[in-house]
């Protein structure tokens, strides 16, 4: 099967079809939530799909490919440890071995670890459709809690990450009740530097405060333009972390009040800039 067929087939058997990847959320789904289909598209042989690939100005990333793989081969990308290091924290090795990116982002689940760490990066979602293909920037790929910009019958083909222009230094913070839980609150942070230390892109990404991933644009903004050594003065990293606090929208459940999650935005991002700026002066 090639995307083209998968495709049509699920345009022609509509909300009776779904397309399976590795399963893991689906599973859950028709077992706990009652989810019913007809028809599955299994999208595991489709090679257009799968693995990772240098395209120079961008390493290209398939939907299809498994958290395992992705893990184990962006070793080969230093400047993309972050991604890694974030799979690593996420479900278990057995569970990584079928649980796919794609499937991951498609999921749309606002404690989704992957989903900060690769907005940081500015990763682009490559969309495939009826029409042929379209790209969009991750964050806008999110509309609300298990809900995407696909339409129709489309599918999510790849997702490409743009190599840094300066030196970057990237982390993702979270914390969770138990090593193999949801995040409670996470926050994925990229920040990148001229050699001088001057600070010229900043993203901040806050995850499971808010039915989207929540871009801090205030934040970045208090960032962009200022020394690495900034980032030493207590009093103006307090600043930034409030903004991040700011502009969380938590709500309070089983697992932490509203009150514990947007305290924590602040602090798991003080802690990711902090990261992220040693990065930048360990590798000067
Ligand atoms: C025990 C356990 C622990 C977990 N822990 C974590 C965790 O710590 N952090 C975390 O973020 N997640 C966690 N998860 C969630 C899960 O592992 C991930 O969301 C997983 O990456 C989903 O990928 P999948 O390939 O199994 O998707 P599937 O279950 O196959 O699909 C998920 C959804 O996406 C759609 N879909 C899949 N691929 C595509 C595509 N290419 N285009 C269009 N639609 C598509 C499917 O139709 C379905 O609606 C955990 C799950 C389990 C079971």
């Given at each position: ?112 670890d992957l ?37 129709g ?64 644009t ?9 020394n ?12 930034v ?23 924590m935005?602040?602090v ?13 002066r360990?590798?000067?």
């Amino acid at each position: 099967m090639n995307v083209a067929e998968a495709v049509a087939l699920k345009a022609e058997h509509g909300s009776k079809a779904v397309y399976w990847a590795g399963g893991t959320d689906l599973y859950l789904l028709m077992e706990r939530r009652g989810l019913k289909f007809n028809h599955c598209i299994d999208l595991s042989r489709i090679d257009r799909l799968k693995g990772l690939s240098d395209e120079g100005a961008f390493l290209r990333i398939g939907a299809m490919t498994s958290l395992h793989r992705v893990e184990r081969e962006i070793s080969s990308h230093p400047s993309m440890a972050i991604i890694g290091e974030t799979i690593r924290l996420m479900c278990t090795p057995q569970t990584r071995t079928l649980a796919t990116i794609g499937g991951n982002l498609c999921h749309a689940a606002p404690s989704a670890d992957l989903t900060p760490t690769l907005i940081a990066l500015d990763a682009q979602a490559v969309i495939a459709g009826h029409h042929g293909e379209r790209t969009l920037p991750l964050a806008d790929f999110f509309l609300h809690v298990n809900k995407t910009a696909l339409e129709g019958a489309e599918l999510l083909a790849e997702i490409r990450l743009p190599k840094a222009t300066n030196r970057r230094g990237a982390a993702y913070r979270r914390v969770a009740r138990t090593v193999v839980d949801i995040a409670l609150v996470s926050s994925g942070v990229s920040l990148q530097a001229t050699p001088d230390g001057a600070i010229t892109d900043a993203r901040i990404v806050l995850g499971a405060v808010a039915p989207t991933p929540v871009r801090v644009t205030t934040a970045e903004r208090m960032l962009v333009g200022k020394n690495l050594s900034k980032l030493s003065d207590g009093k103006f990293l307090a600043e930034v972390s409030q903004a991040a606090a700011d502009a969380s929208a938590p709500i309070t459940d089983i697992r932490g009040s509203e009150w514990y999650r947007r305290r924590m935005c602040g602090v798991l991002t003080q802690r990711a800039i902090a990261s992220s700026a040693a990065q930048i002066r360990e590798a000067a």
